[in-house]
């Protein structure tokens, strides 16, 4: 029987093309409203993007401009035409065929120490496919904020003798502009200045600008001259910062200076014990030396018992040549340090070089409660065992830099400490004659050797010549803006 073949049934492709023709229409009704959505959708992403961005950067320039003029009013008119200008770069007119976009600036003050600006804008942005469906725009919005924290500034500048010059003069500038960057009526900015003695040039206040008497006023009026008291004039913006006592506020020392500290004031012991020491007496050897006939601040003789120490006001010594002087008048402005009445009898009153003639050893700590002891005590030299002031810093040598130094540590870490304020100290060091470690511990910069993480960090810069000051300066600013946010 002869296999039977295949048969093979022609499809009717006719109606297959009418099917398949029916499902792409059917289709394309559903496709392109969902891909025509993807697309106007990726439009309306990318413009609420830039005009949340474009939010964010008006926010964040009006906070930073608040320190333009001198009545709140004006402050905020100001801020609010630069927070406009940025919003405005960020976001150009008619950005993707978007109309109608206005941005609305609000600053609004808080009872705790913060100025809080809120930026929103909306406004219409085209749709270009779901038009076929008859929407033909779409409503975008968003909104930026920035807190801006008010600030509490005691500029602490360097006026002693290295200074003088142009060094003083581009000091004085740049610490102007400095000043100028930060807010009238909102913040509050102080400066001490210090040489041998210190100053509180200016008092803090939040009305630095006023035309009467400008925190620039004060500044212009810095003359550089004499020593380099660093320790007292951190220490003294350290207590204007407890007076003020703002929590809430960013509390911050900014210190300037261009030396090694050493000067210091403390109330001295006057040296009521016979003992060997290095003495005018012997040319500057080690020979025996009798005790004080120095009268005390009280005006009281080496026979009264109650007679022993110098009022610190009066105490301050200065390092010159390995050696010491008291600093019998203050040169700037023609007052002594150490009263007459109070020399009578003072190996002092004849020669500048009898301190350690007249006062037994360096306290433990200088007029403000601040230790002597510390960082430099590898360079500190004590009193032998043989002596009856064993173990008390000696004050027959050279003693006072690194005890002035010890000072400026032990002050900066007590700032940084505190319970409640947690100060920030910000440091500018000028030229090569400068200890960057110091200044950096001070700071507690995150390259410090003791660099605490626990506490907030500041920051140093090193300023290697005089036209690098302004530019330190901005870096702080920058620093301090930054934080305040």
């Given at each position: 029987?002869?296999?039977?073949?295949?048969?093979?049934?022609?499809?009717?492709?006719?109606r297959?093309?009418?099917?398949?023709?029916?499902?792409?229409?059917?289709?394309?009704?559903?496709?392109?409203?969902?891909?025509?959505l993807?697309?106007?959708?990726g439009?309306?992403?990318?413009v609420?993007?830039?005009?949340?961005?474009?939010?964010?950067a008006?926010?964040?320039?009006?906070?930073?401009?608040?320190?333009?003029?001198?009545?709140?009013?004006?402050?905020r008119?100001?801020?609010?035409?630069?927070g406009?200008?940025f919003?405005?770069?960020?976001?150009?007119?008619?950005?993707?065929?978007?109309?109608?976009?206005?941005?609305?600036?609000?600053i609004?003050?808080?009872?705790?120490?913060?100025?809080?600006?809120?930026?929103?804008?909306?406004?219409?942005?085209r749709?270009?496919?779901?038009?076929?469906?008859?929407?033909?725009?779409?409503?975008?919005?968003?909104?930026?904020?920035?807190?801006?924290?008010?600030?509490?500034?005691?500029?602490?500048?360097?006026?002693?003798?290295?200074?003088?010059?142009a060094?003083?003069?581009?000091m004085?500038?740049?610490?102007?502009?400095?000043?100028d960057?930060?807010?009238?009526?909102?913040d509050?900015?102080?400066?001490?200045s210090?040489?041998?003695?210190?100053?509180?040039?200016y008092?803090?206040?939040?009305?630095?600008?006023?035309?009467?008497?400008p925190?620039?006023a004060?500044i212009?009026?810095i003359?550089?001259?004499?020593m380099?008291?660093?320790?007292d004039?951190?220490?003294?913006?350290?207590?204007?910062?407890?007076?003020?006592?703002?929590?809430?506020?960013?509390?911050?020392?900014?210190?300037?200076?261009d030396?090694y500290?050493?000067?210091?004031?403390?109330r001295?012991?006057?040296?009521?014990?016979?003992?060997?020491r290095?003495?005018?007496?012997?040319?500057?050897?080690?020979?025996?030396?009798?005790?004080?006939?120095?009268?005390?601040?009280?005006?009281?003789?080496?026979?009264?018992?109650?007679?022993g120490?110098?009022?610190?006001?009066?105490?301050?010594?200065?390092?010159?040549?390995?050696l010491?002087?008291?600093?019998?008048?203050?040169?700037s402005?023609?007052?002594?340090?150490?009263?007459?009445n109070q020399?009578?009898?003072?190996?002092?009153?004849?020669?500048v070089?009898?301190v350690?003639?007249?006062?037994?050893?360096?306290?433990?700590?200088?007029?403000?409660?601040?230790?002597?002891?510390?960082?430099?005590?590898?360079?500190?030299?004590?009193?032998?065992s043989?002596?009856p002031?064993?173990?008390?810093?000696r004050?027959?040598?050279?003693?006072?830099s690194?005890?002035?130094?010890?000072?400026?540590?032990?002050?900066?870490?007590?700032?940084?400490d505190?319970?409640?304020?947690?100060m920030?100290t910000?440091?500018?060091?000028?030229?090569?004659?400068?200890?960057?470690?110091l200044?950096?511990?001070?700071?507690?910069?995150?390259?410090?050797?003791?660099?605490?993480?626990?506490?907030?960090?500041?920051?140093?810069v090193?300023a290697p010549?005089?036209?690098?000051?302004s530019?330190?300066?901005?870096?702080i600013?920058?620093e301090i803006?930054?934080?305040a946010q």
């Amino acid at each position: 029987m002869a296999p039977t073949r295949p048969t093979f049934t022609r499809p009717n492709t006719a109606r297959e093309r009418g099917i398949a023709l029916m499902l792409t229409s059917l289709l394309l009704v559903f496709t392109i409203p969902v891909v025509g959505l993807a697309i106007d959708a990726g439009f309306l992403y990318l413009v609420r993007s830039k005009l949340s961005a474009a939010c964010d950067a008006a926010a964040l320039a009006t906070a930073r401009n608040l320190n333009l003029g001198q009545s709140l009013e004006e402050q905020r008119a100001n801020a609010q035409n630069r927070g406009i200008a940025f919003f405005n770069a960020n976001f150009p007119a008619g950005y993707l065929g978007t109309t109608d976009v206005t941005p609305n600036i609000i600053i609004s003050d808080t009872s705790l120490n913060t100025i809080t600006v809120t930026v929103s804008a909306s406004g219409t942005a085209r749709l270009y496919f779901m038009r076929i469906l008859g929407h033909n725009a779409q409503l975008a919005s968003s909104s930026g904020q920035s807190s801006r924290r008010n600030v509490n500034i005691i500029l602490v500048l360097d006026r002693s003798g290295s200074m003088s010059g142009a060094p003083c003069a581009a000091m004085i500038s740049a610490s102007k502009t400095f000043a100028d960057m930060f807010v009238n009526g909102r913040d509050r900015l102080g400066l001490i200045s210090f040489g041998t003695n210190i100053s509180v040039d200016y008092p803090p206040t939040t009305d630095f600008k006023n035309t009467a008497s400008p925190i620039s006023a004060a500044i212009n009026s810095i003359a550089c001259t004499q020593m380099t008291n660093a320790s007292d004039g951190y220490s003294a913006a350290y207590q204007q910062l407890v007076n003020i006592n703002q929590p809430l506020a960013l509390n911050m020392i900014v210190l300037f200076t261009d030396g090694y500290p050493n000067t210091f004031a403390a109330r001295f012991p006057v040296k009521t014990l016979p003992d060997e020491r290095v003495s005018q007496i012997c040319g500057w050897d080690q020979c025996p030396v009798p005790k004080s006939t120095c009268r005390d601040d009280n005006g009281l003789a080496n026979t009264a018992p109650t007679w022993g120490t110098f009022n610190p006001k009066y105490g301050v010594i200065a390092g010159y040549n390995g050696l010491y002087e008291p600093v019998v008048a203050n040169s700037s402005a023609g007052q002594p340090l150490i009263a007459a009445n109070q020399r009578i009898s003072c190996a002092i009153s004849t020669s500048v070089w009898g301190v350690a003639d007249d006062f037994a050893f360096i306290p433990d700590q200088d007029a403000y409660g601040v230790n002597t002891s510390g960082y430099m005590d590898g360079s500190v030299q004590r009193f032998p065992s043989t002596n009856p002031y064993a173990g008390k810093i000696r004050i027959d040598v050279g003693q006072t830099s690194p005890v002035a130094m010890n000072l400026c540590d032990n002050a900066a870490k007590r700032a940084r400490d505190h319970a409640t304020l947690k100060m920030v100290t910000y440091a500018i060091g000028l030229g090569s004659n400068i200890d960057h470690n110091l200044l950096r511990r001070m700071a507690n910069d995150l390259q410090s050797p003791i660099y605490d993480n626990t506490k907030v960090n500041g920051l140093y810069v090193h300023a290697p010549t005089i036209t690098d000051i302004s530019t330190a300066y901005a870096r702080i600013a920058s620093e301090i803006l930054r934080l305040a946010q």
